[in-house]
T-cell receptor, first 111, second 118 residues
Framework: KNEVEQSPQNLTAQEGEFITINCSYSVGISALHWLQQHPGGGIVSLFMLSSGKKKHGRLIATINIQEKHSSLHITASHPRDSAVYICAVLAREGGSEKLVFGKGTKLTVNP | DAGVIQSPRHEVTEMGQEVTLRCKPISGHDYLFWYRQTMMRGLELLIYFNNNVPIDDSGMPEDRFSAKMPNASFSTLKIQPSEPRDSAVYFC????????????????FGPGTRLLVL
């Protein structure tokens, strides 16, 4: 079982829809990141979370440490939101930390 | 600034050949990271440098992989000999803030090198 699981793997939505992407993890973590990868490969960081909720424009990220779960929400989705969204955790391993990535969720927003 | 520069953008080679991927980090950044992305495994951190010194290479898959950073503006990732299972997109990223891989949100990613080993 992967340490970081994302769902769904693929998601197609119509412009304007509310979108939720989920990330579950099975290890103790220090932090969780959401990344966006556009077609063509460019990767940018969206959020870093260790608790609670963060909001940036139409994007909202939440994390529930007890349930080992995070969600990324996109309100009023737009075709330009089409990308792969990747969840990554900073997993605690003994006295050190290790980055573990999910396989990503491919989002397509149709006009 | 031009951002993180990687070359080549695409590489097709035959099994057994040596492959060298190149990265120029953003000027002034003192952390450099090499990642690999495949469909099967997603993104993986291979190795990272701080001030040109390798700090953690535990993600390097095997001895066929090596990475160097001879100066602050250049790094290479070499695969010798290459195998079909090395086919992937290899990303380089750089950061100027302390924290290494913890500070993923401060990393600037290059466009990647798409490698195909036949």
């Amino acid at each position: 079982k992967n340490e970081v699981e994302q769902s769904p793997q693929n998601l197609t939505a119509q412009e304007g829809e509310f979108i939720t992407i989920n990330c579950s993890y099975s290890v103790g973590i220090s932090a969780l990141h959401w990344l966006q990868q556009h077609p063509g490969g460019g990767i940018v960081s969206l959020f870093m979370l260790s608790s609670g909720k963060k909001k940036h424009g139409r994007l909202i990220a939440t994390i529930n440490i007890q349930e080992k779960h995070s969600s990324l929400h996109i309100t009023a989705s737009h075709p330009r939101d089409s990308a792969v969204y990747i969840c990554a955790v900073l997993a605690r391993e003994g006295g050190s930390e290790k980055l573990v990535f999910g396989k990503g969720t491919k989002l397509t927003v149709n006009p | 600034d031009a951002g993180v520069i990687q070359s080549p953008r695409h590489e097709v080679t035959e099994m057994g050949q040596e492959v060298t991927l190149r990265c120029k980090p953003i000027s002034g950044h003192d952390y450099l990271f090499w990642y690999r992305q495949t469909m099967m495994r997603g993104l993986e951190l291979l190795i990272y440098f701080n001030n040109n010194v390798p700090i953690d290479d535990s993600g390097m898959p095997e001895d066929r992989f090596s990475a160097k950073m001879p100066n602050a503006s250049f790094s290479t990732l070499k695969i010798q000999p290459s195998e079909p299972r090395d086919s992937a997109v290899y990303f380089c990223a750089s950061s100027r803030l302390a924290g290494g891989p913890r500070a993923l949100e401060t990393q600037y990613f290059g466009p990647g090198t798409r490698l195909l080993v036949l």
